[in-house]
């Protein structure tokens, strides 16, 4: 299909948290725009008449969307790509059409490539393999030269070159200077600081949350203050400088409580969480499931409870996978020796989902968490269903059940602690730009043909 | 299943045995010197124990006895289901040139007393070895034979004989189930 | 326990696995598999024909040793792989060893970690039996099942004594099986030791955790001092060996505050003067080298019980 077509998606439910809109109706796409959505029947009198801008008629996509949601695309701040250098895990292209698979329109590609984004070089080089990928692509440079934590990156060549923010993801920055000037300076460009919360000093050389578990399993612990006290740090640092921070995945319920208290303050933060992080508990790690290892890692029920709470009272902006691939090389291991982390673009719409099937959030809330508000934190577009807007749309099937099978993901790599669990929901349509990135083959429902 | 059942021995008949292979392992020994009696789990232990007390009874002599599990010689403890419960080997005194009277219940194909005889060499050098059995009920698959034979009858091979004996069942008998 | 219960575990990964009947089934095999060693032929044709391998990544004599007689006893045969030959050097993985080992096709292995949870990610690429001879922090099953058989023989029974563990409960897997395989069978598990030393949720596993070694050797049955481990680098874990000494070490004065029949014990080597004092490691109460005797035994029965 080309960019040209035209595209009606109609009888959907329409989720626009931007404009509360939340009613049965369409949305036409239109030269990769929205050209209208409005609630209710699609008026085919007015159809012919728009029509007639058009060359071809049998470019029209018409879709029935029955019982379906229709949501604005989802961004999800916060993955790994893994190219340059670790394409045997994942590439743009096969990471993109990973988020497609999700229902992301867009995504945050994280610096800890190899090499490291800390240059306008390497940032380019993902511009480059990102022109004409299944998403957007929005990299993340790196804080410090190298990810060494010692001297800040060139923040502002990097943005020119397309970075759209800056973290030291899978390392904290654990001089405090460093992470104040680095504050100081991201304003000057524009740049959103996010903080991968983590006091080394404490966690060094843990596996898995300090506590029953990693007792019973004899590993080491990384004990909930590791996360805590940077938080606490960061935010304060934040605080100071009066400029904006993002914290990446909070794990913990006295992370929650900082970020909520700073927040009643005035303080310019936001947050995010992973769906492993409102799903699972340490208990995942069973006997040694390397499947169940990340950083932050797994924590307890009590934990569990208090991000369900923040997702829902909006202390936690934003749900993000932390997709992070690995290959069996890294995960088929010892666990002290396995890689931290897991794929989860194709899974993240049905674990949120959950919390709308609990009653915890409405649908709306769900779409301000996995699009509106990533992308006002990114400061990108997208996030909502208006006219003129980048034709970005998530076609949803919240009913839609199946067994989830990492092998038969787009992603290239199949490290998924939910491997053979049964899910509830998933995008079943995704459109980028007015192009359709992913169509679910599984027996979709949805009629789709010419008009 | 279990259908039917016979009685072959009952415990008069057992004691009458026993006493008569004491009495025959004395006559044959040409004394109870260097005797020593030798129980293999679980039925033989406690007929070895009774056939030194009835040795004791009549001649006033305590012959050395003890307890053998075989357990981890058999041939063929590999192939059962689970693995045999190991019983405590229990043989206090050197085996070095004495004459070793192994008893057990029944004596069948063979391989058991096969185990014991492995077992015995490996605690020591005895001078040689005799055999009581209280019931042999034939079907040898070794050139095995014993010295002392309390009942001797020929089983079918889908029969069993159960010797129960008061130290663990209540009460002496030896039955034929088919 | 009925002679009728069937072994059915097909690995021994740790206490954590083992019911009680499997523990009361591996002791009483243990105790009748003693009098073996005792003969002048110490030898039974139980395991001949069958492959054991003892795979040790860690440096280990005793414990290697240990096995290596219990299997040699059991007429095995027996290899011996030490992490200085081993691929483990070559940057081969766990997994690469794991698969070429089990196509050499031994009936059972015998592994020693520093990383804890191996022996399990072992068992799932290899049909053989395989034994956990120590991972790590985590289990050292075979440690404690000759403790608990060196318990019940001096005292008769597991069921409502009184055994303090003093030391480094954090990274002793010998603390852990023991505490795991202590309360289950029926035992009171105190444990004590530096703050430094005592992990989260060791209550949750079955022990009782004591505010002074004081207070967990009073009228203890079985006090067990653990090794202090002297390459703990990572962490500021101990201000020295001498201060271990005065303030945890086990004393004849400590030891005047357990029952007047306690017995003292430890997994070896020991640090004299240390852990506990030479005169205790020792003495008439120090059950150290039976210990050492039974282990043999009861590795001899969990060979016998998995390698069928």
């Given at each position: 299909?080309?960019?040209?077509?035209?595209?009606?998606?109609?009888?959907?439910?329409?989720?626009?948290?931007?404009?509360?809109?939340?009613?049965?109706?369409?949305?036409?796409?239109?030269?990769?725009?929205?050209?209208?959505?409005?609630?209710?029947?699609?008026?085919?009198?007015?159809?012919?008449?728009?029509?007639?801008?058009?060359?071809?008629?049998?470019?029209?996509?018409?879709?029935?969307?029955?019982?379906?949601?229709?949501?604005?695309?989802?961004?999800?701040?916060?993955?790994?790509?893994?190219?340059?250098?670790?394409?045997?895990?994942?590439?743009?292209?096969?990471?993109?059409?990973?988020?497609?698979?999700?229902?992301?329109?867009?995504?945050?590609?994280?610096?800890?490539?190899?090499?490291?984004?800390?240059?306008?070089?390497?940032?380019?080089?993902?511009?480059?393999?990102?022109?004409?990928?299944?998403?957007?692509?929005?990299?993340?440079?790196?804080?410090?030269?190298?990810?060494?934590?010692?001297?800040?990156?060139?923040?502002?060549?990097?943005?020119?070159?397309?970075?759209?923010?800056?973290?030291?993801?899978?390392?904290?920055?654990?001089?405090?200077?460093?992470?104040?000037?680095?504050?100081?300076?991201?304003?000057?460009?524009?740049?959103?600081?996010?903080?991968?919360?983590?006091?080394?000093?404490?966690?060094?050389?843990?596996?898995?949350?300090?506590?029953?578990?990693?007792?019973?399993?004899?590993?080491?612990?990384?004990?909930?203050?590791?996360?805590?006290?940077?938080?606490?740090?960061?935010?304060?640092?934040?605080?100071?400088?009066?400029?904006?921070?993002?914290?990446?995945?909070?794990?913990?319920?006295?992370?929650?409580?900082?970020?909520?208290?700073?927040?009643?303050?005035?303080?310019?933060?936001?947050?995010?969480?992973?769906?492993?992080?409102?799903?699972?508990?340490?208990?995942?790690?069973?006997?040694?499931?390397?499947?169940?290892?990340?950083?932050?890692?797994?924590?307890?029920?009590?934990?569990?409870?208090?991000?369900?709470?923040?997702?829902?009272?909006?202390?936690?902006?934003?749900?993000?996978?932390?997709?992070?691939?690995?290959?069996?090389?890294?995960?088929?291991?010892?666990?002290?020796?396995?890689?931290?982390?897991?794929?989860?673009?194709?899974?993240?719409?049905?674990?949120?989902?959950?919390?709308?099937?609990?009653?915890?959030?409405?649908?709306?809330?769900?779409?301000?968490?996995?699009?509106?508000?990533?992308?006002?934190?990114?400061?990108?577009?997208?996030?909502?269903?208006?006219?003129?807007?980048?034709?970005?749309?998530?076609?949803?099937?919240?009913?839609?059940?199946?067994?989830?099978?990492?092998?038969?993901?787009?992603?290239?790599?199949?490290?998924?602690?939910?491997?053979?669990?049964?899910?509830?929901?998933?995008?079943?349509?995704?459109?980028?730009?007015?192009?359709?990135?992913?169509?679910?083959?599984?027996?979709?429902?949805?009629?789709?043909?010419?008009? | 299943?279990?259908?039917?059942?016979?009685?072959?021995?009952?415990?008069?008949?057992?004691?009458?045995?026993?006493?008569?292979m004491a009495?025959?392992i004395v006559?044959y020994n040409?004394g109870v010197e260097n005797l020593v009696i030798i129980g293999i789990?679980?039925?033989g232990v406690?007929l070895a124990r009774?056939v030194q007390?009835?040795i004791?009874?009549?001649?006033?002599?305590?012959l050395p006895s003890g307890s053998l599990d075989i357990?981890?010689y058999?041939?063929?403890?590999?192939?059962?289901?689970?693995?045999?419960?190991?019983?405590?080997t229990s043989i206090d005194f050197p085996l070095e040139d004495k004459v070793v009277v192994l008893v057990d219940?029944?004596?069948?194909?063979?391989?058991t007393v096969r185990s014991a005889m492995d077992a015995i060499m490996d605690l020591g050098r005895p001078r040689c070895i005799q055999l009581a059995a209280?019931?042999?009920?034939?079907?040898?698959?070794?050139?095995i034979?014993p010295d002392y034979?309390?009942?001797?009858?020929?089983?079918?091979?889908?029969?069993?004989?159960?010797?129960?004996?008061?130290?663990?069942?209540?009460?002496?008998?030896?039955?034929?189930?088919? | 326990?009925?002679?009728?219960?069937?072994?059915?575990?097909?690995?021994?990964?740790?206490?954590?696995?083992?019911?009680?009947?499997?523990?009361?089934?591996?002791?009483?095999?243990?105790?009748?598999?003693?009098?073996?060693?005792?003969r002048?032929i110490?030898?039974?044709?139980?395991?001949?024909?069958?492959?054991?391998?003892?795979?040790?990544?860690?440096?280990?004599?005793?414990?290697?040793?240990?096995?290596?007689?219990?299997?040699?006893?059991?007429?095995?045969?027996?290899?011996?792989?030490?992490?200085?030959?081993?691929?483990?050097?070559?940057?081969?993985?766990?997994?690469?060893?794991?698969?070429?080992?089990?196509?050499?096709?031994?009936?059972?292995?015998?592994?020693?970690?520093?990383?804890?949870?191996?022996?399990?990610?072992?068992?799932?690429?290899?049909?053989?039996?395989?034994?956990?001879?120590?991972?790590?922090?985590?289990?050292?099953?075979?440690?404690?099942?000759?403790?608990?058989?060196?318990?019940?023989?001096?005292?008769?029974?597991?069921?409502?004594?009184?055994?303090?563990?003093?030391?480094?409960?954090?990274?002793?897997?010998?603390?852990?099986?023991?505490?795991?395989?202590?309360?289950?069978?029926?035992?009171?598990?105190?444990?004590?030791?530096?703050?430094?030393?005592?992990?989260?949720?060791?209550?949750?596993?079955?022990?009782?955790?004591?505010?002074?070694?004081?207070?967990?050797?009073?009228?203890?049955?079985?006090?067990?001092?653990?090794?202090?481990?002297?390459?703990?680098?990572?962490?500021?874990?101990?201000?020295?060996?001498?201060?271990?000494?005065?303030?945890?070490?086990?004393?004849?004065?400590?030891?005047?505050?357990?029952?007047?029949?306690?017995?003292?014990?430890?997994?070896?080597?020991?640090?004299?003067?240390?852990?506990?004092?030479?005169?205790?490691?020792?003495?008439?109460?120090?059950?150290?080298?039976?210990?050492?005797?039974?282990?043999?035994?009861?590795?001899?029965?969990?060979?016998?019980?998995?390698?069928?």
């Amino acid at each position: 299909m080309s960019s040209n077509s035209s595209i009606l998606l109609e009888n959907a439910r329409l989720l626009d948290p931007a404009s509360g809109l939340d009613a049965t109706g369409y949305v036409w796409v239109r030269e990769g725009k929205i050209a209208a959505v409005a609630a209710g029947e699609f008026n085919q009198g007015r159809l012919a008449t728009d029509l007639g801008a058009l060359a071809r008629l049998d470019d029209l996509w018409r879709i029935d969307a029955r019982g379906f949601w229709l949501t604005p695309g989802l961004v999800d701040i916060h993955v790994h790509l893994r190219e340059p250098g670790d394409e045997h895990k994942e590439t743009i292209a096969t990471g993109t059409m990973a988020a497609a698979a999700g229902g992301f329109t867009a995504v945050a590609c994280m610096p800890n490539t190899r090499p490291i984004n800390d240059s306008p070089e390497v940032t380019r080089l993902i511009m480059a393999a990102a022109v004409g990928a299944a998403a957007r692509v929005y990299p993340v440079g790196s804080i410090s030269l190298g990810g060494r934590g010692e001297t800040l990156a060139p923040f502002g060549e990097m943005r020119r070159a397309g970075v759209r923010a800056l973290s030291d993801d899978g390392r904290p920055v654990s001089d405090s200077q460093l992470m104040r000037r680095a504050l100081e300076y991201a304003g000057d460009h524009r740049l959103l600081v996010i903080s991968h919360a983590e006091e080394a000093s404490l966690s060094r050389n843990g596996v898995m949350n300090e506590g029953i578990v990693s007792t019973r399993l004899g590993l080491r612990g990384i004990p909930r203050v590791a996360e805590e006290i940077m938080v606490y740090r960061d935010l304060a640092l934040a605080q100071y400088t009066g400029r904006p921070l993002h914290i990446a995945h909070v794990s913990t319920a006295e992370a929650v409580d900082l970020i909520r208290r700073a927040k009643s303050q005035g303080v310019s933060i936001t947050a995010e969480t992973a769906p492993h992080y409102f799903t699972l508990t340490e208990e995942a790690v069973g006997l040694y499931d390397t499947m169940a290892k990340m950083n932050p890692p797994l924590r307890t029920a009590t934990d569990v409870a208090a991000i369900r709470a923040a997702l829902a009272d909006g202390t936690l902006d934003a749900v993000a996978t932390d997709h992070a691939p690995h290959s069996g090389l890294e995960k088929e291991l010892e666990f002290d020796l396995a890689a931290n982390g897991i794929i989860g673009l194709e899974s993240a719409v049905p674990l949120t989902l959950v919390l709308v099937r609990e009653g915890l959030i409405t649908p709306l809330r769900l779409v301000e968490l996995l699009s509106r508000n990533p992308a006002g934190i990114l400061g990108v577009p997208g996030g909502q269903l208006a006219v003129g807007e980048p034709a970005d749309l998530t076609l949803i099937d919240p009913q839609r059940r199946f067994i989830f099978r990492p092998e038969n993901n787009q992603s290239r790599s199949q490290n998924s602690p939910f491997s053979a669990w049964e899910m509830e929901g998933k995008a079943v349509l995704t459109i980028m730009d007015g192009r359709i990135t992913w169509r679910d083959p599984g027996d979709p429902q949805f009629k789709i043909g010419h008009c | 299943m279990r259908t039917t059942k016979s009685i072959l021995m009952n415990g008069d008949d057992i004691d009458r045995s026993l006493t008569r292979m004491a009495m025959q392992i004395v006559e044959y020994n040409h004394g109870v010197e260097n005797l020593v009696i030798i129980g293999i789990y679980t039925g033989g232990v406690s007929l070895a124990r009774r056939v030194q007390q009835l040795i004791q009874e009549r001649l006033g002599v305590s012959l050395p006895s003890g307890s053998l599990d075989i357990t981890l010689y058999r041939d063929d403890w590999s192939l059962a289901s689970q693995n045999p419960v190991v019983k405590k080997t229990s043989i206090d005194f050197p085996l070095e040139d004495k004459v070793v009277v192994l008893v057990d219940d029944v004596i069948f194909t063979g391989r058991t007393v096969r185990s014991a005889m492995d077992a015995i060499m490996d605690l020591g050098r005895p001078r040689c070895i005799q055999l009581a059995a209280l019931v042999d009920r034939g079907g040898r698959e070794l050139p095995i034979q014993p010295d002392y034979i309390g009942l001797d009858v020929q089983v079918g091979l889908g029969e069993h004989v159960h010797v129960l004996l008061r130290e663990h069942d209540g009460s002496d008998e030896v039955v034929l189930v088919q | 326990m009925s002679d009728a219960h069937t072994f059915s575990r097909r690995h021994i990964l740790g206490l954590a696995d083992l019911s009680v009947d499997d523990i009361e089934l591996i002791l009483q095999t243990a105790e009748s598999f003693k009098e073996i060693s005792q003969r002048s032929i110490k030898k039974v044709p139980t395991l001949r024909g069958k492959t054991v391998i003892n795979l040790f990544f860690e440096p280990s004599t005793r414990t290697r040793l240990s096995f290596e007689i219990a299997a040699k006893r059991l007429s095995a045969d027996t290899f011996s792989i030490s992490s200085v030959d081993s691929s483990a050097v070559k940057g081969e993985t766990l997994v690469d060893t794991a698969r070429n080992l089990a196509a050499m096709n031994p009936d059972c292995i015998i592994i020693r970690h520093s990383r804890s949870g191996v022996p399990g990610l072992l068992a799932r690429h290899v049909k053989a039996s395989v034994i956990n001879a120590g991972d790590g922090a985590h289990e050292h099953p075979s440690q404690a099942l000759l403790d608990l058989m060196t318990v019940r023989e001096h005292k008769g029974r597991i069921q409502g004594l009184k055994v303090a563990i003093i030391g480094d409960i954090t990274h002793s897997r010998v603390a852990h099986s023991n505490i795991i395989g202590f309360s289950k069978m029926g035992a009171e598990v105190r444990v004590a030791g530096p703050a430094t030393l005592m992990p989260p949720g060791v209550a949750a596993m079955g022990a009782m955790v004591c505010s002074s070694v004081r207070a967990a050797v009073a009228d203890a049955d079985v006090v067990m001092a653990l090794r202090v481990q002297q390459e703990r680098q990572f962490d500021p874990l101990l201000p020295s060996l001498r201060e271990y000494a005065i303030f945890y070490g086990i004393t004849p004065e400590l030891m005047a505050l357990a029952r007047p029949d306690a017995i003292i014990m430890h997994p070896g080597p020991v640090n004299r003067g240390v852990e506990l004092t030479p005169a205790l490691a020792d003495g008439s109460r120090s059950v150290i080298l039976d210990q050492v005797t039974n282990g043999v035994a009861v590795r001899m029965a969990l060979l016998y019980l998995v390698a069928g």
